[in-house]
């Protein structure tokens, strides 16, 4: 899915917006990623392991992030599965950022009005 549209993945949920966002500062492994997500959106996005593990699984496939067996830190769990974002991932997380502003943008010259 490398030469796919980035619109086609717009609007994103929170969780897949939030674990994009996430991954943008570098590669992480499932637990760093869920907790980077709670401190993200002030712990109003909590998932469950079966919902968190079923949205990383989709956005691998999707080709949105990839998942590698062992991060950066040598030191780390080897069971632990890591997670960075791809090219597609990161051009998706920028054009739903601007989707967002744009809303923001108009719901402000709507209060305003």
């Known amino acids: 899915m490398s030469g796919s549209d980035p619109q086609t ?3 994103l949920s929170h969780l897949t917006y939030h674990v994009l966002l996430a ?5 992480l492994h499932g637990y760093a990623v869920v907790k980077a997500v709670k401190a993200g959106s002030q712990g109003v996005i909590s998932p ?12 691998v496939r999707e080709g949105l992030i990839d998942q590698t067996d062992s991060g950066a830190d040598s030191s780390s769990d080897s069971r632990r599965k890591h997670y ?12 739903e950022t601007r989707r967002l502003e744009s ?3 108009q719901a402000r ?3 305003e009005a």
Do not use: C, D, I, K
């Open 9 to 11: 993945f717009l609007p």
């Open 23 to 27: 991954l943008r500062s570098g590669t």
């Open 109 to 111: 010259a709507a209060a």
């Open 84 to 95: 960075a974002l791809t090219r597609l991932g990161s051009q998706v997380l920028e054009a």
């Open 103 to 105: 809303l923001l943008t």
């Open 48 to 59: 469950g392991t079966g919902t968190f593990y079923s949205a990383m699984h989709r956005l």
